[in-house]
C-alpha cells in the first residue's frame, strides 16, 4: 500500500503503476536553449569554468541589499584547461568564483575585495590557493560546492557548508554569510572525489546525504575501471557511512562522471540527478575525422589520448529513497549540433540547481531553468547557457496517437480535488477514474488542454469520499502526457 497524502507525485519513474494493467510508458523531455548568461572572460577564469552549483537564499538580500525577498547564489571554478604553451592540462591557480541574481536570469560577478589577482582585489573570486596553502602547500581546488545547512542544530557561524578537493581528500568549509569560507576539516569519507561532490541535509529524514565519485572494476576483462557515484550519509557531518555504489534498475554499467543529485524541491521525497555520461572511445577513427574540432582535438591528444576521444552527455536518474534510482537509456541532453566548440569532453556538465523564471511567453506559466557551461577546452572564455523546461517536466506519462491506459498500485490520499500537470493534442485527452475495493468509484469527464495546474472534475461520488481509503487509479489517454498529479 502506498500511502501519497497531499504530496505531488512526478512521474519521474513507475513506482505507482501496476505494470501489469499499464500500456502506457514513461516519457524522457529535454530542456530548450534560451540564451547565454554569463561569459567567463575575467583574467582569472577561461575556458575550465565549470561545477556550477546554485541555489535560492531568502535570506540573502544581495550584496547590495536591494533584494528583501532574496536572490540565487551561485558558485564556480576559475581557471584554463591547458597551459599556455599548449603542452600540458592546466591544474593550477583555480579560483572559487561567486555570482547572483535576483530573477535567475540576469547575473552579476560582484567584487568582493576578498582574494587578491595580479595585485587587487577587484574581483569576485572567494578562495583562492593561498586560503588554503596553510594546509597543504602548493594546493589548487579541483571542486567547490555549496548548500545552506537547515539543519536546526547548526551553528549560525557553520549556516553555509561547501566541500571541495585541494590535494587528497574531502574537506569542508564554513561560512556565515555564504561569502567569507574558512577551512574545516578533512571529512571522513573514502573515494576519488575528482568531480562536482555533492552533500546536502535532508530535513524530512533528519540527516546529511552525500553523493562523491568514485570508480569501480569493470566486468569487461583488461578494461579500465569505470566511474561512478557513491552514496554516504551522516547525522553530525562528522561521522559518516561507508561509501556504496547508487544503484539502476537498468543494470548497465556505464560509466558516470558528475551526479548533481538534489531533493527536487516541489516534491521532496523524490531525489533527481543529472549525472553526465563519459563515453572514451577506443582509438581515432573516420567519425573523428568528420567530426567538429578536428585539430584541436588531436592537439589534446598530445597531452593525453582521452583528452580527443572522449566526449560527453548527460542523462536523468530519479530516485525515493536515495539509493536506488530509474535512470533513462537515452540522453536528457545532448551536445548541441556541431560548431566546432562542442562534442568534446565535458559537453552537458549540468550546474547542480534550478531556477524558477519567467516564461518568455505572455501569459505563459514560469518555467523551471538549467544551466549548462560551454567552450570548454577551447582556449576561449567559456561561457553559462540557460535551458529551460517546464514545471515536473524532465519525464511524464505519455500516450501517443493510439489510446493507452495506466493503473496505478493501491494507495490512500488526502484531500477532496485532483489537480494534474498535463498537456494534450486537440484530439488529445485524459480521463480519471477512482476506484476503492468495494467497486464505488467517480469519473472524470475526458480532460484536454496544456496547465501545470488544471483541477479534474468528477462525476458521481464526491471525491473527497474516499480519501483515507484504499483505492486504484485508472487512466484512459491519447496523445497526451501526464506530468505530475497532487490530491489537496
Known amino acids: 500500500m502506498i500511502d501519497i497524502n497531499s504530496r505531488r507525485e512526478c512521474f519521474f519513474d513507475s513506482q505507482l503503476l501496476d505494470p501489469l494493467c499499464t500500456s502506457a510508458t514513461l516519457m524522457l523531455h529535454h530542456p530548450q536553449f534560451r540564451e547565454t548568461v554569463l561569459v567567463h572572460d575575467a583574467p582569472w577564469e577561461g575556458d575550465g569554468c565549470d561545477y556550477h552549483n546554485l541555489f535560492f537564499d531568502e535570506a540573502w538580500h544581495g550584496l547590495d541589499g536591494k533584494h528583501p525577498t532574496g536572490v540565487y547564489r551561485m558558485y564556480y571554478l576559475g581557471w584554463e584547461m591547458i597551459s599556455a604553451d599548449g603542452k600540458s592540462h592546466k591544474v593550477n591557480d583555480i579560483h572559487v568564483c561567486y555570482a547572483e541574481s535576483a530573477d535567475g536570469i540576469s547575473w552579476t560577478k560582484p567584487k568582493l575585495g576578498i582574494c587578491t589577482f595580479n595585485g587587487n582585489k577587484d574581483n569576485n573570486i572567494i578562495l583562492c590557493g593561498e586560503s588554503v596553502n596553510h594546509l597543504r602547500s602548493g594546493a589548487h581546488f579541483d571542486n567547490f560546492m555549496v548548500f545552506k545547512d537547515e539543519n536546526p542544530a547548526c551553528q549560525e557561524e557553520q549556516r553555509y557548508k561547501a566541500v571541495g578537493t585541494f590535494g587528497l581528500g574531502l574537506w569542508c568549509f564554513n561560512s556565515p554569510d555564504g561569502i567569507h569560507f574558512t577551512p574545516g576539516y578533512k571529512l571522513a569519507i573514502e573515494g576519488r572525489f575528482d568531480s562536482l561532490n555533492v552533500i546536502f541535509w535532508d530535513k524530512l529524514a533528519a540527516k546529511y546525504r552525500g553523493y562523491i565519485r568514485d570508480f569501480h572494476p569493470s566486468t569487461i576483462p583488461d578494461a579500465q575501471p569505470v566511474r561512478d557515484i557513491r552514496y554516504t550519509e551522516s547525522t553530525d557531518f562528522v561521522n559518516w557511512t561507508p561509501p556504496i555504489q547508487i544503484q539502476y534498475d537498468d543494470q548497465e554499467d556505464i560509466p558516470l562522471y558528475t551526479n548533481c543529485i538534489t531533493q527536487y524541491f516541489r516534491a521532496h521525497h523524490l531525489f533527481v540527478g543529472f549525472p553526465s555520461r563519459y563515453i572514451e572511445r577506443k582509438a581515432w577513427d573516420n567519425s573523428f575525422e568528420e567530426l567538429c574540432g578536428k585539430e584541436k582535438r588531436q592537439s589534446r591528444m598530445k597531452i593525453h589520448p582521452r583528452y580527443g576521444l572522449t566526449v560527453t552527455d548527460c542523462v536523468f536518474i530519479a530516485s525515493r529513497n536515495g539509493t536506488d534510482f530509474h535512470r533513462f537509456g537515452e540522453a536528457f541532453m545532448r551536445p548541441e549540433i556541431e560548431n566546432g566548440r562542442n562534442w568534446v569532453y565535458g559537453d552537458c556538465y549540468p550546474a547542480r540547481g534550478f531556477t524558477?523564471?519567467?516564461?518568455?511567453?505572455?501569459?505563459?506559466?514560469?518555467?523551471?531553468?538549467?544551466?549548462?557551461?560551454?567552450?570548454?577546452?577551447?582556449?576561449?572564455?567559456?561561457?553559462?547557457?540557460?535551458?529551460?523546461?517546464?514545471?515536473?517536466?524532465?519525464?511524464?506519462?505519455?500516450?501517443?496517437?493510439?489510446?493507452?491506459?495506466?493503473?496505478?498500485?493501491?494507495?490512500?490520499?488526502?484531500?477532496?480535488?485532483l489537480f494534474i500537470n498535463f498537456e494534450t493534442s486537440a484530439m488529445g485527452f485524459m480521463q480519471f477514474t477512482i476506484r476503492d475495493l468495494n467497486g464505488n468509484e467517480c469519473r472524470s469527464c475526458e480532460v484536454f488542454g496544456n496547465s501545470l495546474e488544471r483541477k479534474v472534475h468528477f462525476d458521481g461520488n464526491d471525491l473527497a469520499s474516499f480519501a483515507g481509503k484504499p483505492v486504484q487509479m485508472h487512466i484512459r489517454m491519447r496523445d497526451a502526457d501526464l506530468y505530475s498529479l497532487q490530491f489537496r
Open 356 to 417: 524558477i523564471t519567467k516564461s518568455p511567453f505572455q501569459g505563459a506559466p514560469d518555467e523551471l531553468s538549467m544551466f549548462i557551461f560551454t567552450n570548454h577546452w577551447m582556449g576561449i572564455p567559456s561561457t553559462l547557457d540557460r535551458y529551460t523546461i517546464r514545471m515536473d517536466g524532465f519525464a511524464s506519462l505519455h500516450a501517443g496517437a493510439k489510446e493507452e491506459h495506466a493503473t496505478t498500485k493501491l494507495f490512500t490520499f488526502q484531500g477532496k480535488d
